[in-house]
């Protein structure tokens, strides 16, 4: 539910760095009294699921580039607190980067660990927690996604300043179709708006994907980023206030994952009825389709859409981009 790219917008990184680095202050004075209380040395051990998590999930180049500067400082200011933060029900594209990632970072990652499903077979995360432990987080994450799809029958939400997001994983040759409307707000407003596109995550062979050489001065690609590294609050006339400066000589190569536009991004309401289309896939990946409120910081949305992949509909997982306020 982080969105990386909206708290960089937003100008709101400090206002997180801030959360993040009492929380562990925080963590730590608790976990010392409870060492002291039980006689014995206790961590924390860290599990995340990533279900759902698509490439723009997982990715905003500004954010990273704090993000790691915030992790050093933290090293500093507090001992490591944990037994070890352990990754689970990861999508295929966060563990083709996870490796690459360790390699790159400049903190310490050697006691994060990328688990094959849901981490039940893992032996190393079993020595520190129990199977029903993880059952209980599986039934969590399941009733949470019950009750979003019951409240999802009629429509979805997409909360202001946010995106929401439906990731199907595809084969070469593969069709993806959707039809979709948004519906109507109150009726003193005027129609409500989104903007909606289609984009897609190929897989890059390992062998493709070694990290080149990096370029003096890059050049922007067209037609290959689907979300630009905007750094300023947009407000709803499309304007930018700008807030973080970026360096541009600074390019991170994720492991050749990048996102390409299938359907360009347009601005779609209520007054344009019904919006359909179909995707065929090139190659093998991923197809997300995005409908985006990142615009408009006041006023919420709501769409109602069906996806079909092949000839059934496809089960993969709505993911909403998660409120930063």
């Not at 432990?133 to 799809?149: I, M, P, S, V, Y």
Request: proline share 4%; glycine share 8%.
């Amino acid at each position: 539910e982080l969105n990386k790219h909206q708290i960089i917008a937003r100008g709101l990184f400090d206002r997180y760095e801030l959360v993040v680095l009492h929380g562990w202050l925080f963590r730590a004075v608790e976990l010392d009294r409870m060492s002291r209380q039980q006689g014995r040395l206790c961590r924390v051990v860290n599990v995340i699921d990533a279900s759902g998590c698509t490439l723009s999930k997982v990715i905003c180049r500004d954010f990273d580039r704090r993000a790691e500067k915030m992790m050093q400082r933290l090293e500093k200011l507090v001992p490591d607190l944990t037994a070890g933060n352990w990754v689970i029900n990861a999508p295929w594209i966060m563990q083709k980067i996870f490796p690459w990632a360790k390699k790159t970072l400049k903190i310490k990652v050697d006691n994060w660990f990328l688990c094959q499903g849901n981490g039940e077979q893992d032996e190393d995360l079993l020595s520190l927690v129990t199977v029903e432990t993880l059952r209980e987080l599986g039934a969590f994450r399941q009733k949470a996604k019950e009750e979003n799809d019951q409240r999802s029958a009629d429509f979805h939400y997409i909360k202001r300043g946010s995106v929401l997001e439906h990731a199907v994983e595809v084969q070469r040759g593969q069709r993806v179709s959707w039809k979709f409307i948004v519906l109507p707000g109150g009726p003193m407003l005027p129609p409500p708006e989104v903007d909606f596109g289609v984009v897609a995550v190929w897989d890059v062979p390992d062998d493709s994907a070694a990290m080149p050489s990096r370029p003096s001065a890059p050049a922007p690609v067209r037609g290959t980023t689907a979300r630009q590294e905007r750094t300023g609050m947009v407000v709803e006339d499309g304007s930018a206030v700008d807030l973080v400066s970026s360096e541009a000589d600074e390019v991170d190569d994720y492991q050749g994952l990048q996102e390409e536009v299938l359907r360009a991004f347009k601005r779609w309401g209520t007054v344009d009825l019904e919006n359909s289309g179909t995707v065929t896939a090139q190659k093998s990946g991923m197809v997300v389709l995005r409908w985006s409120n990142e615009f408009n910081l006041i006023r919420a949305k709501r769409v109602q859409f069906e996806v079909v992949s092949g000839d059934a509909k496809a089960p993969e997982e709505t993911v909403s981009g998660g409120d930063t306020t």
